[in-house]
């Protein structure tokens, strides 16, 4: 199975903020790779999938980059509602497997 | 309105059995293929099972191998997990989960449903 390690797994952030978030395959994925947002008692939202491809009504301020082993998320301007659980999945082979999750807590 | 809603969860002893649906509403689900993914309490994502659209194909996680099994019935737009011998380690809301976007692998999914929850307590 390929394993997926996110990094960190909680960070603390501003309203503002700048914030990434790392997700590393255990094999090359290409860019099968997709990124959710979760919020307590919700199910998963999709953000981006392809790697880099924002998903339909996702605002821009979100973006995805890289490929192969090495991706990242990145929210350009922490807002309020953006507080949440995030998870990288790749979707290259079976079985498909997520990352542990990044907790983005408010400073 | 593109919707999948999930029902049948509930409380259950070890080693017995429950039956979760997943209502498809929205979209053409017989050509779609579907997943179950599952969400232990305080706990990451961990995927289940996916059929394909016909239901000529299934996998499983290791996990749930030899004890669950997906099914569907493209008439009624719904999807089935049926689940036995079930552990106090399969207590988790359980999604189920298909896609709206092309690509090309199996195994993507980007709409999900609500989830319902699966206790399995003495």
């Known amino acids: 199975d390929i394993q997926m390690t996110q990094s960190p797994s909680s960070l603390s952030a501003s309203v503002g903020d700048r914030v990434t978030i790392t997700c590393r395959a255990s094999?090359?994925?290409?860019?099968?790779l997709a990124w959710f947002q979760q919020k307590p008692g919700k199910a998963p939202k999709s953000l981006i999938y392809?790697?880099?491809s924002l998903q339909s009504g996702v605002p821009s301020k979100f973006s995805g980059s890289g490929s192969g082993t090495d991706f990242t998320l990145t929210i350009s301007s922490l807002q309020p509602e953006d507080f949440a659980t995030y998870y990288c999945?790749?979707?290259?082979?079976?079985?498909?497997?997520f990352g542990g999750g990044t907790k983005v807590e408010i400073k | 309105q593109v919707q999948l809603v999930e029902s049948g969860g509930g409380v259950v002893q070890p080693g017995g059995s429950l039956r979760l649906s997943c209502a498809a509403s929205?979209?053409?689900?017989?050509?779609?293929?579907m997943h179950w993914v599952r969400q232990a309490p305080g706990k990451g994502l961990e995927w289940v099972a996916f059929?394909?659209?016909?239901?000529?194909?299934?996998f499983y996680a290791d996990s749930v191998k030899g004890r669950f099994t997906i099914s569907r019935d493209n008439s009624k737009n719904t999807l089935y997990l049926q689940m036995n011998s079930l552990r106090a380690e399969d207590t988790a809301v359980y999604y189920c989960?298909?896609?709206?976007?092309?690509?090309?692998?199996?195994?993507?999914?980007?709409?999900w449903g609500r989830g319902t929850l699966v206790t399995v307590s003495s």
């Open positions: 989960a298909s896609r709206t976007t092309m690509v090309t692998t199996w195994w993507y999914f980007d709409l």
């Open positions: 929205g979209f053409t689900f017989s050509n779609y293929g």
């Open positions: 059929i394909r659209y016909d239901g000529s194909n299934k």
């Open positions: 094999q090359g994925i290409s860019s099968y």
């Open positions: 392809a790697a880099s």
């Open positions: 999945q790749q979707y290259n082979s079976y079985p498909p497997t």
